[in-house]
């Protein structure tokens, strides 16, 4: 079965800090990678996806991530964060399960950015 | 305006009653999926359809049903058998099985 492990549930910066926030999954066969965000009061949004080719994946608003198979990672990153980027942010990964891709999310990391 | 239209925003069910969450899309998708979101748990996904007539439980399918008879509708019934109902319910459907998810805005189920 596929997991997802997100490293913080809690991360707190200041405007202009740089942003990593930390994803593994666990999955043995091909995958598909992805970044959601919720704002407060919102619906999930897709932030970035990677489903092949180039490991470092641009996103919305400046995010971007990168996928290291060796390390079964697929960390975000921002070099910059604003106040408006507070929000949920929900790694997840699609593998193969059954016949079917079924949809496997972290359990997200709340970022909170002070002005 | 395309999207995934769930309803209602806000439920409450006295408990030991069955209750039925919408969910319907206009994006032509194939697949869609319910999951549960609960504080410190991330996303639980309960079922996924990836045609019409057909449906698979997710890791937390207990206490729950759905139907698929028609392309753009996926209701979620949360039956009286499932043991702690209160929750963040989100629909999210995707062209196919293998594609990104798009959500809907939610539905939020009190059971008192």
């Known amino acids: 079965a596929q997991s997802v492990s997100q490293h913080n549930h809690h991360v707190i910066l200041s405007e202009a800090a740089s942003l990593e926030l930390g994803c593994n999954y666990s999955y043995g066969g091909t995958v598909n990678l992805f970044w959601y965000v919720q704002y407060p009061g919102q619906h999930l949004q897709l932030l970035l996806k990677y489903f092949s080719g180039d490991p470092l994946v641009k996103g919305i608003k400046g995010f971007e991530a990168e996928f290291i198979k060796s390390k079964f990672s697929f960390n975000l990153r921002k070099p910059s964060v604003q106040w408006s980027d507070t929000a949920e942010y929900f790694c997840a990964v699609k593998g193969r399960a059954s016949g079917y891709s079924t949809l496997t999310f972290g359990k997200g990391t709340m970022l909170l950015v002070s002005p | 305006d395309g999207g995934i239209t769930q309803s209602p925003k806000y439920l409450f069910r006295k408990e030991g009653q069955n209750v039925t969450l919408s969910c319907e899309q206009n994006l032509n998708h194939d697949a869609m999926y319910w999951y549960r979101q609960d504080p410190g748990q991330g996303l639980r996904l309960i079922y996924y359809?990836?045609?019409?007539?057909?449906?698979q439980k997710g890791d937390i399918a207990e206490g729950y049903s759905v139907s698929r008879e028609k392309k753009e509708s996926f209701p979620l019934t949360v039956t009286s058998a499932q043991k702690n109902p209160t929750a963040f319910y989100l629909c999210?459907?995707?062209?196919?099985?293998?594609?990104?998810?798009?959500f809907g805005q939610g539905t939020r189920l009190t059971v008192v």
């Open positions: 359809s990836q045609i019409v007539n057909d449906f």
């Open positions: 999210a459907s995707s062209i196919t099985e293998n594609t990104e998810a798009f």
